[in-house]
Antibody, heavy 119, light 107 residues
Framework: QVQLVESGGGVVQPGGSLRLSCVAS????????MHWVRQAPAKGLEWVAF????????YNTESVKGRFTISRDNSKNTLYLQMDSLSVEDTAVYFC????????????WGQGTLVTVSS | ETVMTQSPATLSVSPGERATLSCRAS??????LAWYQQKPGQAPRLLIY???TRATGIPARFSGGGSGTEFTLTISSLQSEDFAIYHC?????????FGGGTKVEIK
């Protein structure tokens, strides 16, 4: 059974940093590209970042470029999102999700971790 | 950026009835379109990819259609567990983008 478990969310002040983690089990993690997707309270979904299975390529949405960094440690079956210079607009539930072999969409999802940016 | 627009925002349907949801792209995404179902407090679940291919374990009452800029998700006979929010997502162009969602509620 595939499980993705996010952690690292919490309350942080504007300008602060957080690092999210997503631990995968039940899959060959090193075969999968991985994504972060977020959802602000009572809002729609927003794709944040993607990293290939071999860390070779990654993409970020424009609003997080230069502030968020996606990375992975295949030896630990773990995906990360380093979030710096946080603003209130980054307040959201952050989900990790596996990429599909049929193009960049999202097959397996974690339960999400809440990040609240507030003074 | 490819803007995805879903309509209607809310759809009121009686159990057993058919529901048709629409998703429009601001530019062609070919057939690179996925649909997700999301229930309150839960992560989204992949329903459809490639515009019309059901994901593993998805019941046959869910069907997707369209290509280019116009897409539909049809639920042929709504069951109680189908009342949820549905999101479309294009994956033909970076950045990946979602529609704003359609809430299917009980009439």
């Amino acid at each position: 059974q595939v499980q993705l478990v996010e952690s690292g969310g919490g309350v942080v002040q504007p300008g602060g940093s957080l690092r999210l983690s997503c631990v995968a089990s039940g899959i060959s993690f090193n075969f999968y590209g991985m994504h972060w997707v977020r959802q602000a309270p009572a809002k729609g979904l927003e794709w944040v970042a993607f990293i290939q299975n071999d860390e070779g390529i990654n993409y970020n949405t424009e609003s997080v470029k230069g502030r968020f960094t996606i990375s992975r440690d295949n030896s630990k079956n773990t995906l990360y999102l380093q979030m710096d210079s946080l603003s209130v607009e980054d307040t959201a539930v952050y989900f990790c999700a596996t990429n599909s072999g049929y193009g960049p969409h999202f097959v397996y999802w974690g339960q999400g971790t809440l990040v609240t940016v507030s003074s | 950026e490819t803007v995805m627009t879903q309509s209607p925002a809310t759809l009121s349907v009686s159990p057993g009835e058919r529901a048709t949801l629409s998703c429009r792209a601001s530019q062609s995404v070919d057939s690179s379109l996925a649909w997700y179902q999301q229930k309150p407090g839960q992560a989204p679940r992949l329903l459809i990819y490639g515009a019309s291919t059901r994901a593993t374990g998805i019941p046959a009452r869910f069907s997707g259609g369209g290509s280019g800029t116009e897409f539909t998700l049809t639920i042929s006979s709504l069951q109680s567990e189908d009342f949820a929010i549905y999101h479309c997502q294009q994956y033909n162009n970076w950045p990946l983008t979602f529609g704003g969602g359609t809430k299917v509620e009980i009439k």
